[in-house]
């Protein structure tokens, strides 16, 4: 028989009209980000592990969902109610989304929702009456076929879809409707919205140990930042340095773990994160300039331990990245005259004089000049 549905669905409605809404900001331009899984949701956020649910890639995503949305969730709504249909959207949403995330980069849309109703749907038309009928092979078979031809795209890199959330909600639908199918199901309907609760907690605290594709870096990376900003210096260190332990080829990440063990007074460790930066991109002008500020900082540390050949080098390096430096020409003109090479002393000088006509530098100047004989003075530039 023909399973009987509400003339008004409300939950079902509303979450059409809310995924039209966010959808179509999103197609505007507008910012829609609150609504995405992001870390934050653990556990400041947690709203995002359903809102994610609104957003679609495209109209063609939207309009499909929808139209699934509404084909088996009026069904649902008419035979339980609001509550109970929002129960199951609520579980089917967050578990689908829970175990995206948790596995791989998260996604968007109702399609664990939909996956969801249709695994539910396909053993409530054999066990229940209510539901007889509301199930057509043909159904079956274009979920089963879209399910795999999703697989296959996304190996293929022609798009990215969310098949841990396909399946994660065909798998619970199928539960919840084998623990309807049970004479006494709330049991088992209670125990349905447990299993979400699971999914979250491998998609929150434990997703640097089951996620598949080093997103974990991406999370801990995002707290060392906010941890940098709140100045617990400490606590970003290691988010940083467990980020980096991930993903080191994250210059934002280096860059940010630098700032951390700058503060923290790890001067060789900040110097070496600085470095990886730069290393990892050149372009960025602020790693540029921190780098030469640390190799200068390093060098006049090797000049006042009388190290002045090491001091030396890293002065030159820290000028080649940054010649606007006319503290570091300077005691580069320092190291050289130690040396007894007041000729390159001369020229440093002329650098840092250049840079900043202090009345210091050009002591020093005079200075060297009168003890050099008179025909070295003028030496050319090697």
């Known amino acids: ?71 088996f969730g009026s069904v649902v709504e008419g035979q339980l109610g609001p509550l109970k249909t929002l129960g199951i959207y609520l579980a089917f949403g967050v578990g689908s989304e829970a175990a995206e995330y948790a596995l791989f980069q ?16 396909c053993v409530l038309s054999k066990h229940d009456p209510r539901f007889a009928g509301c199930m057509r092979p043909g159904t079956v078979t274009l979920f089963v076929i879209w399910f795999f031809l999703c ?32 004479k006494d199901w709330r049991p088992g309907f209670s125990a349905m919205l447990c299993f979400p609760i699971v999914l979250v907690t491998l998609a929150g605290p434990l997703r640097p140990h089951v996620n598949l594709v080093g997103a974990a870096a991406f999370d801990f990376s995002y707290k060392g930042y906010e941890a940098l900003l709140q100045n617990d210096n400490k606590v970003a260190a290691a988010f940083l340095d467990r980020s980096v332990a991930i993903n080191p080829r994250d210059a934002s990440t ?79 003109a ?7 090479k007041p000729e390159h002393a001369m020229h ?19 200075k060297l000049k009168s003890a050099m004989p008179q025909e070295k003075v003028s030496v050319p530039r090697p």
């Not at 296959?152 to 199918?181: E, K, P």
């Not at 320092?334 to 007894?340: A, D, I, K, V």
């Not at 006509?357 to 020093?364: E, Y």
């Open 1 to 71: 028989m023909e399973t009987q549905r509400q003339s008004l669905c409300p939950v079902t409605m509303l979450l059409i009209i809310a995924a039209c809404a966010v959808s179509m900001a999103s197609f505007l331009g507008l910012d829609i980000s609150a609504f995405h899984m992001h870390v934050r949701f653990w556990p400041f956020e947690p709203w995002r592990l359903a809102t994610s649910a609104l957003p679609h890639a495209d109209a063609l995503h939207l309009m499909f969902n929808l139209y699934w949305l509404w084909v």
């Open 151 to 182: 697989i296959v795209a996304t190996l293929n890199g022609y798009t990215a879809v969310g098949n841990v959330a396909h399946a994660t909600g065909a798998l619970m639908g199928l539960l919840l409707g084998y623990a309807m199918a049970i």
């Open 348 to 366: 440093a000088l002329e650098h840092a004089i250049i840079l900043d006509n202090q009345p210091l530098f050009n002591a020093k100047m005079a």
């Open 254 to 332: 280096w860059y940010n773990l630098g700032v951390a063990r700058q503060r923290l007074n790890q001067f060789d460790g900040a110097l070496q994160a600085f470095q990886r930066a730069f290393d990892l991109d050149r372009k960025q002008p602020k790693h540029r300039e921190m780098l030469a500020q640390f190799k200068s900082y390093k060098a006049f540390q090797e000049h006042t331990d009388h190290h002045l050949d090491e001091a030396i080098d890293l002065y030159i390096e820290a000028l080649d990245l940054d010649d606007n430096q006319p503290t570091s020409w300077y005691n580069l």
């Open 106 to 121: 998260g996604g968007q849309g109702l399609s664990g929702i939909g996956y969801g109703l249709f695994g539910m749907l």
């Open 334 to 340: 320092l190291c050289y005259e130690n040396r007894g």
